[in-house]
């Protein structure tokens, strides 16, 4: 199965009569399409800064090494572009790109297999799995305003779980605190006392601040706290999640497996890791092992509506110790119109796809009106 042709290019979302010349950043997915045996696979790099800079690392410095390679050297394929480019700094911009890769290449075996990821993984415990709405922005709503929004995910997804997100200015700490618990009180009394209820405080608490706000977390019955301090204090977030009876959370910022195996040193008990960070099919695997190892939850990270998500569920129904809903970010639809098929919410739960690799169906001329190529 040799590879013959590496494209790189973002699909860009919203109304697509109105879409800009120029894609704007964090408004597009950044995918890899890998053609061999006249099969493509399709691959989704980390988001971050509209995921340009991985797609011109695959472009410029990743595709010359694929052409003519065979897709089943796959694991020595991702490993020696990864040890060619780890100057550039294995945390970010290269992980990203090869996890692209590693996506798309598990895409074609599976379409060369006729067999969806997951068999080709060893199999699924389960085929339907429960999801978590993740609603962010909530630094920047009154309590009313974070009520209205939570109450409206409620009735449009009927998700199993929910988690607030506060999206605060990176770098600011310890803004509003009693805001915080303010709305997280809010919540608790909109959903009742069952309901799982998790809290997502985008790094914005010093230590001291953390503990507090986790104590009341505690006492308001919430299932997990997420990543309360900076996510590249590792003993900080350790000193937290050790302190704490809530089960502290945090990953979704680790691009190898090393540093999610620093976290779990560290204390955390919970990790996160984001399969278009970390290592695409293979890397979130090799974190599953790890946390098995460890009797650590893993619970990936995951806000992409269409690669990404499938991916993260063929991953997810392999996983034997599934403790937590998965993920759902805001606006996942906006993958509908192009990637026709994508897990979209059914009674509580995100179905894993079944057919060949991703199981992704998608609508070419949708595609090619929303793609913009990115080259090295
Ligand atoms: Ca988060």
């Known amino acids: 199965m040799k590879i013959t042709k590496v494209e790189t290019f973002l699909v860009r979302w919203g109304d697509v009569a109105r879409l800009p010349t120029e894609a704007a950043s964090g408004t597009a997915t950044a995918v890899v399409a890998i053609h061999a045996d006249g099969m493509v696979g399709y691959g989704e790099a980390s988001p971050m800064q509209g995921g340009v800079a991985s797609l011109a690392v695959i472009a410029r410095d990743m595709a010359p090494a694929l052409i003519g390679a065979d897709v089943l050297d796959h694991a020595v394929i991702v490993d020696r572009l990864l040890h060619k480019l780890i100057k550039l700094g294995p945390d970010g911009i290269v992980t990203g790109a090869l996890a692209a890769v590693d996506i798309a290449l598990w895409d074609l075996k599976g379409k060369a297999f006729r067999q969806p990821i997951h068999k080709l993984l060893g199999g699924a415990w389960r085929t339907r799995i429960p999801f978590y709405a993740s609603i962010g922005g909530h630094a920047a709503r009154d309590v009313d305003g974070v009520v209205k929004t939570v109450e409206a995910r409620l009735k449009a997804e009927q998700p199993s779980a929910i988690k607030i997100r506060w999206d605060g200015a990176r770098g600011e700490i310890d803004r509003d605190i009693a805001g915080d618990i303010a709305k997280a009180r809010a919540v608790r009394r909109l959903v009742g006392d069952d309901f799982p209820l998790a809290f997502d405080a985008n790094n914005r608490y010093s230590i001291g601040a953390a ?106 129904a392999t996983v034997m110790h599934a403790t937590k809903p998965a993920e759902l970010a805001d606006d996942w639809a906006r993958a509908a119109d192009t990637f026709i098929d994508a897990p979209r919410p059914d009674a509580g739960c995100l179905v894993v796809p079944d057919g060949p690799g991703l199981g992704l169906a998608i609508d070419d001329a949708m595609l090619a009106r929303r793609r913009v190529d990115v080259r090295g």
């Open 211 to 316: 503990i507090r706000v986790g104590r009341v977390l505690e006492d308001l019955g919430y299932i997990w706290f997420e990543e309360p301090v900076e996510y590249y204090h590792f003993k900080a977030m350790g000193q937290v999640a050790q302190r704490l009876d809530i089960t502290v959370s945090a990953g979704e910022q680790c691009y190898t497996l090393q540093s999610v195996a620093a976290l779990i040193d560290s204390g955390v008990r919970m990790v996160q890791p984001d399969i278009v960070k970390m290592g695409g099919v293979t890397g979130l695997m090799q974190c599953a092992a790890l946390c098995h190892a460890h009797g650590v939850e893993f619970v990936p990270h995951q806000t992409q509506p269409s690669i990404g998500n499938a991916a993260n569920l063929h991953v997810l």
